[in-house]
Antibody, heavy 121, light 108 residues
Framework: EVLLMQSGAEVKKPGESLKISCKAF????????IAWVRQMPGQGLEWMGV????????IYSPSFQGQVTISADKSISTTYLKWSSLKASDSAMYYC??????????????WGQGTTVTVSS | DIQMTQSPSSLSASIGDRVTITCRAS??????LNWYQQKLGKAPKLLIY???SLQSGVPSRFSGSGSGTDFTLTISSLQPEDFATYYC??????????FGQGTKLEIK
């Protein structure tokens, strides 16, 4: 079965660092782009950026450039989303999702279950 | 940047109703338009890709149409499990995809 499994919920204080993960199962991890998507409480879906695990090529949405770091370790089929200094406004649900290929017109066909990040003093 | 505008933002309907949600792109995106369903507290789920192709396992009461800038998602006969929020998304822009703001479908 093809799936993405994300790390568990996090509660952090402002200024702390955090790295959440997304592990892939059941397909060739290196060959599909993985995106990170933010959903703030009660709000819609926001595209943060994507990574190609095969060569770690990464593209960030301008809104998130410099705010987070996306990385991947293809030896363990895992992608990461990292903050070096969290803010209260980073409190949200974060999803990873696989971008399928041209046959699927690049739709996001597999989603992780989400990781809740709460930042509060 | 490509802007995606969905309408309506919310919708009340009854079991058995036919429902249509629209999505408009700020520029032509050919057929690079996808629809997702998100139930409360759950991850989004792909329903329709390439504007009109039904994802495997999705009931046939869901359908999509359109190309260029104007697209629709239709549910032919609403079922209880269809009450959710629906998002369109363009996958035309190079790896920086935009979602619509969502349409919340509620029970009347």
């Amino acid at each position: 079965e093809v799936l993405l499994m994300q790390s568990g919920a996090e509660v952090k204080k402002p200024g702390e660092s955090l790295k959440i993960s997304c592990k892939a199962f059941g397909y060739s991890f290196s060959n599909y782009w993985i995106a990170w998507v933010r959903q703030m409480p009660g709000q819609g879906l926001e595209w943060m950026g994507v990574i190609y695990p095969g060569d770690s090529d990464t593209i960030y949405s301008p809104s998130f450039q410099g705010q987070v770091t996306i990385s991947a370790d293809k030896s363990i089929s895992t992608t990461y989303l990292k903050w070096s200094s969290l803010k209260a406004s980073d409190s949200a649900m974060y999803y990873c999702a696989r971008r399928n290929d041209a046959t699927y017109y690049y739709a996001m066909d597999v989603w992780g279950q989400g990781t809740t990040v709460t930042v509060s003093s | 940047d490509i802007q995606m505008t969905q309408s309506p933002s919310s919708l009340s309907a009854s079991i058995g109703d036919r429902v249509t949600i629209t999505c408009r792109a700020s520029q032509s995106i050919s057929s690079y338009l996808n629809w997702y369903q998100q139930k409360l507290g759950k991850a989004p789920k792909l329903l329709i890709y390439a504007a009109s192709s039904l994802q495997s396992g999705v009931p046939s009461r869901f359908s999509g149409s359109g190309s260029g800038t104007d697209f629709t998602l239709t549910i032919s006969s609403l079922q209880p499990e269809d009450f959710a929020t629906y998002y369109c998304q363009e996958s035309y822009n190079t790896l920086l995809y935009t979602f619509g703001q969502g349409t919340k479908l509620e029970i009347k």
